[in-house]
């Protein structure tokens, strides 16, 4: 559907107009497409929530530093721009977790009653490598990645990853709330077809929708 | 730092009031170390405290090591410094492993030094060494009903092994 | 509040009024790490104070023993995670008088600069965070203002604003940027400035006086006893410090002044500490004002790596590159304990080496596990508020407790 882009003198000119009772027919139908938009609620929540997420101030270890209740919030790196300054300590009033550190076996039962303690909708960030995977301490003391006892939303890698990849990480976070998540570079570069499958599995058969992916981007670089 | 004669020199005068407690002497990479019966440490510790000529009053560190295979098997290190004359010495105590389900022993010396307390638990938090007389000898760092001593050198690393996508079978 | 409450429960007015046992748990705003607080309150006077900790140990020291000398550093790095280079030092350190290895002098210079600048980073950290504790939220921002320009500096000698891995055993890793000097030499001629502007907003505020004058005192012999250094030390009035007392690095070198307070109450902690960050400026002037020409990493093959445009003409090289990423260097086995002064106390490392490419045993000796400590004393039987603004004062960073 064209919108034509009039000029603010005409629009208001077409305002006057309605007030005075004086628009109609294809005039009204146009003034009343240029003013309002239809959407479903859902979308309008899931905008809202996005915009306006509390973090819980939650640091653990190293990323702490660099991530969501230190560095990302100062000034240079202003988290306040995304809407997501302020925030929380109680976990009840909290939307998001950001699991800055790694994550030991002692601390692990703690964290897991502070997610249990947040209210619906809840998201968590594992940020840096350590409560993505462990990172570099393969031992006896720390959990390999938080995901082995929380839902993991969103990933942030680093070691410690920097303010802006932790705001980049947030921004995706963000767009997957609204409900249109990026798929990152595999839309960027038209990369589709190119995932691994491991032999066996649930997934070791491609879906239909991959396998046409494949053959049509064979298609194409064979072409 | 005393130098290798100054220890020799330390050591002949704890002769004197703990006799047989020194059992060598060790002067290596310019660090004069004192090797000494578990069961006199405490004694040595003290006399270094407190004698007029030495004051190493200033426990900096606690700390133990595992030299498995070699045996005896632990060593509780004890570092001091004399912040007067700015001076180290360490005192090491080798402990055996006394074999089966016992813990190897040593007295504690919390009441010399006050520090020692969250140093000695750490100690046995992680090998495994009894203080006897430390007040309140509880793991510090592990979780409280952790089994297992973790430095000891015959405790594995852990940690598991890291899954990749083709080279796995199944995936939870 | 000029004076302590210093009432013996056995003495107080009610005897057998109700204690209340709160858990200022793992995760609080104002633990600075997860430091896990049970606390027995009297109304809201603190009678008894257990600190549990543990709940970021990471098994650093034993993951240590199965990693070649070259590769612990990136582990020991991240103990203390505000003050690095420390850690990076007194592993280096330790290592080069196992094997005996003397570095070069511009290596002891600019691995003095990087020391100083993070020790002007960790009091950074330290300010911003404690101010936040005790009310005067607006100084985070200024301290991580120039917490960034520190940050930039980092990213600009070393590739990385956290976590280095600048420092090598026998010198660091790469020499210093062109632009880098400059740049530095305008960050520490600006730090004063800044430094003076913080204490504008703090030095003279009631409400902060008010909370950090007269509380958490602990007597300067009741410190030493508790083996507590560094900062905590120096404000009760014992002027030790390890930069002064042994030589290491390019320290015997710079003119400095070691802060030292009077009465030990969090106002002389504090005022210690920012005393401490225009020091510091001064020494890193003077390191680039000394800087001396030439090699920036010892020269012996077998311990430290070729530089790679020699590894497409020599042989022996690119052999000794290739034993030293793969196995690593031996040490012969001999065991050796080496300190320096971190922006929190004594930090000190413990490797033994048992002839093999892996040490068997690195142990540190940090800080804020001996200093914490010391919270006992400084918060029993004085009000909650003040227990907040000891443990903002005292400046624990749960990673080195927890190692």
Known sequence: MEIERRSLREKQVDARALLRGDLEGEDLERYVEERVLTTNFEKVLNVARANSIFPLTFGLACCAIEGIPMAAVTARYDIARFGAEAGRASPRQADLMVLSGRVSVKMAPVIR?????????????????????????????????????????????????????????????????????????????????????????????????????????RELSLA | MPDAPGLELIRGEIERDCPDAVLATSFDRAQAALIVDPEKVV?????????????YDFLSSLHAADYLPNEPRFAVHYELINRDRVERIRVKAMLAEPGGEELPEIDSCVDLFPTAEAQEREVFDFFGIVFRGHPNLTRILMPDDYVGWPQRRDFPVGGEPVTFTYSEQRFD | MTEQIAVPFEQAPDRDREIMTVNVGPHHPATHGVLRLVVDLEGEIVRELRPVIGYVHTGIEKSCEDKSYWKVIPFVERMDYVSYFFQMEAYCGAVERLIDLEIPPRARYLRTLFLELNRIHSHLVWLGTTALDLGAISMLWYCFRERDKILDLFEMACGQRMHTRYFQVGGVIEDIPVGFEAKCRAFAEEMPIRVGQYQALLDRNEVFLQRTKGTGVVSRERLLELGVSGPLLRAAGEPWDLRKAFDYLAYPEMDFKIPVGTVGDNYDRYRVRVAEMVESARIVEQCLDALPEGPFIADDRKYVLPPRSELSTSMESLIHHFKLVTEGFRVDPGEVYYSIECPRGELGCFVLADGSAKPARVHFRDPSFVNLQAFRDMAVDTYIADMIASLGMLDPILGGVDR
């Open chain 1, 113 to 217: 009653r502070l997610y249990d303690q947040m209210l619906e909708p809840k998201w968590v960030m594992a940020m840096g490598a350590c409560s993505s995977s462990g990172g570099m301490f393969a031992n006896y003391a720390v959990l390999q990645g938080a995901d082995k006892f929380l839902p993991v939303d969103i990933y942030v890698p680093g070691c410690p990853p920097r303010p802006e990849a932790v705001l980049y990480g947030f921004t995706k976070l963000q767009r997957q709330i609204m409900g249109n998540p990026d798929q990152g570079w595999r839309q960027r570069y038209s990369g589709y077809g190119t995932e691994e499958w491991a032999r066996g599995g649930p997934r070791s058969e491609p879906s239909p929708e991959a396998a046409e992916a494949y053959r049509e981007a």
């Open chain 2, 43 to 55: 004694a040595v510790l003290g006399w270094l405290k407190d004698q007029p000529g030495q004051r």
